[in-house]
């Protein structure tokens, strides 16, 4: 069964760091680009980042460019995404998310890590 | 940006109604449309990609159409379990976007 779990999720503090992380079973990872995906609180969906299958070439929202990073871990089956400066409009639930080839959007979420920055 | 606007916002709706969303783009991006459903708690689930393309297992009755910068989604005859929130979103250009959303409430 092809599946994406993160976890990492949790409450920081403002100006605090998180590091989520997406497990993916049931495919080879390295052979698909991967998405991050956040909702706020009662909110829309908002795409967050995007990596190439080698890791080579990364994309970022202006919301999170400078302060966030997406990584990946072929070898473990592993995506990341490192949050460094949380503020509070970062509180959300982030899915990974897998790209479907040919750029027609996703086709597997995860099932969401919940990060909330408060003091 | 291109912004992508949903209309309408929400609608009230009965089981076996057709019910139509429409989604349109501020500049073309050709079938670079896709549909996804949400539930309450949930993860997303793909409806359909490429405008018209229907994701493997999401039952017929959903349906896309359109190009350019006008898109829709039809449920020819809404069903309990899909009474849901409703997102389109392109994939043509980053940063990737989606509409604001459509909500389809029991009637």
């Known amino acids: 069964e092809v599946q994406l779990v993160e976890s990492g999720g949790g409450l920081v503090q403002p100006g605090g760091s998180l590091r989520l992380s997406c497990a993916a079973s049931?495919?080879?990872?390295?052979?698909?680009?991967m998405h991050w995906v956040r909702q706020g609180p009662g909110k829309g969906l908002v795409w967050v980042s995007r990596?190439?299958?080698?890791?080579?070439?990364?994309s970022y929202a202006d919301s999170v460019k400078g302060r966030f990073t997406i990584s990946r871990d072929n070898a473990k089956n592993t995506l990341y995404l490192q949050m460094n400066s949380l503020r509070a409009e970062d509180t959300a639930v982030y899915y990974c998310?897998?790209?479907?080839?040919?750029?027609?959007?996703?086709?597997?979420w995860g099932q969401g890590s919940t990060v909330t920055v408060s003091s | 940006d291109i912004q992508l606007t949903q209309s309408p916002s929400s609608l009230s709706a009965s089981v076996g109604d057709r019910v139509t969303i429409t989604c349109r783009a501020n500049q073309r991006i050709y079938t670079y449309l896709n549909w996804y459903q949400q539930k309450a708690g949930k993860a997303p689930k793909v409806l359909l990609y490429a405008a018209s393309s229907l994701q493997s297992g999401v039952p017929s009755r959903f349906s896309g159409s359109g190009s350019g910068t006008d898109f829709t989604l039809t449920i020819s005859s809404l069903q309990p379990e899909d009474f849901a929130t409703y997102y389109c979103q392109q994939s043509y250009s980053i940063p990737w976007t989606f509409g604001q959303g459509t909500k389809v409430e029991i009637k």
């Open positions: 049931g495919f080879i990872l390295s052979s698909y680009w």
């Open positions: 998310a897998r790209g479907r080839p040919g750029f027609a959007g996703v086709d597997v």
């Open positions: 990596i190439n299958s080698d890791g080579s070439s990364t």
